[in-house]
């Protein structure tokens, strides 16, 4: 991986394991995008055509399909990873009495939706509580009964760093007839994830974290009998299924994901996100799985051997890019701001130390980290 690290200029000046909050990006995404500005969005639609417009929007439905294992007809693009968890959100039906499990671990993203849904519908939305940033298949399953709809969680939380084995949710969800909706934006671009053999219902991400793609993309892939005969929350000229005839008394939907793709899309950032996901398969989501394991798994013995708590699971299996640790009586908020100013760039979260490395980093970087942090205890 050393020689992916020339990608990134500035892992050179610091060390930055804050992958969980935002990504560096490969200079041969910056530059692919710099490039896609300057030729079309710069100079209208001199070079700029419909057929173009087409061909950047399948071909990153097409890498997508082929990160996540699914069909390109049943991704639809996206903003971000809120927009996708709305759309499917918008496409479930409920009725009174219908309620939603998901966890205290959640980022806003997943629970909001459904919270929303709560107040509008009747629907309960409830939560299995966290032990020690924790919440094990056993804690949902005493929330699911027959009158779940929907089970809401991430594939890797965000603050503790657990990451849920899907296979297991999913087939706890399909018992009582519920749809998995899962928020993967913490998992994709680290851990292998086939939405086919796990039997994920709905999922959704951005681009700007572990996929190493830009602000303004991401995605949302759908089962297509959640979405087939869904009336999207919002129409615009792109909703027809013959948009480019541009007939204002005419509007049939799409028979794909693409009836919420609406408007005017993100061209930059969603050519970004296809080159982005080029990136990673060209350098392999095992080899890169691999090695981010063995930085969280040396991370985990330096933080051990300092006598942190630390929150994240041990086991390989339960975990991903995050590890997440605590300390007695430690203001994470100034030790943040000190580790910040000796170039070591990591993030608070849940009370805690978040830590996250990615391709670009090494053992260096984790050595220096956990030496710093002996020097900002004392």
Not at 190 to 198: T, W
Not at 272 to 288: D, F, P, Q, R
Request: charged fraction near 25%.
């Amino acid at each position: 991986m050393r020689r992916v690290r020339e990608d990134f200029p500035i892992s050179n000046e610091v060390v930055y394991m804050n992958t969980a909050a935002i990504s560096l990006k490969p200079v041969q995404v910056i530059d692919a995008m710099t490039e896609f500005m300057k030729g079309y969005e710069a100079n209208g639609t001199v070079n700029f055509s419909d057929s173009l417009e087409g061909e950047v929007l399948e071909n990153a439905r097409c890498r997508i399909s082929e990160l996540i294992g699914c069909r390109s007809d049943d991704i639809a693009l996206t903003t971000n990873t809120s927009e996708g968890i709305n759309f499917v959100a918008h496409s479930i039906k409920f009725e009174h009495g219908n309620n939603v499990v998901t966890t205290d671990l959640e980022f806003p993203t997943v629970t909001y939706p459904w919270l929303k849904i709560a107040k509008e519908k009747g629907v309960e939305v409830r939560f299995a509580l966290n032990r020690n940033g924790i919440v094990s298949v056993e804690d949902l399953e005493k929330l699911v009964d027959d009158n779940t709809r929907v089970i809401a969680l991430s594939h890797v939380e965000y603050s503790s760093g657990q990451r849920f084995n899907l296979r297991e949710v999913a087939d706890l969800a399909h018992r009582h007839g519920a749809i998995l909706v899962v928020d993967a934006v913490q998992s994709l671009g680290v851990i292998p994830l086939n939405v086919k053999r796990e039997n994920v219902d709905a999922l959704a991400s951005a681009a700007y974290k572990w996929l190493l793609g830009p602000f303004g993309a991401g995605f949302v892939y759908m089962r297509k009998e959640l979405y087939e005969n869904v009336m999207p929350p919002f129409v615009g000229w792109r909703s027809n299924k013959e948009h480019e005839e541009y007939d204002p008394q005419k509007f049939t939907l799409p028979e794909t994901a693409r009836r919420f793709e609406y408007g005017g899309m993100p061209y930059t950032p969603i050519y970004g996100l296809t080159k982005a996901i080029e990136y990673i398969m060209s350098i392999g989501i095992e080899n890169i799985r691999e090695h981010v394991m063995n930085l969280t798994q040396k991370l985990i013995d330096g933080l051990n051997d300092l006598g942190a708590q630390i929150l994240t699971p041990s086991n390989r299996e339960q975990r991903a890019g995050i590890v997440s640790a605590r300390f007695d009586k430690m203001d994470y908020d100034k030790i943040v701001e000190e580790l910040a100013k000796n170039k070591i760039i990591v993030s608070k979260r849940m009370n805690a130390l978040r830590i996250s490395p990615h391709i670009y980093n090494v053992e260096e970087d984790v050595m220096k980290f956990v030496e710093a942090i002996k020097k900002v205890r004392k």
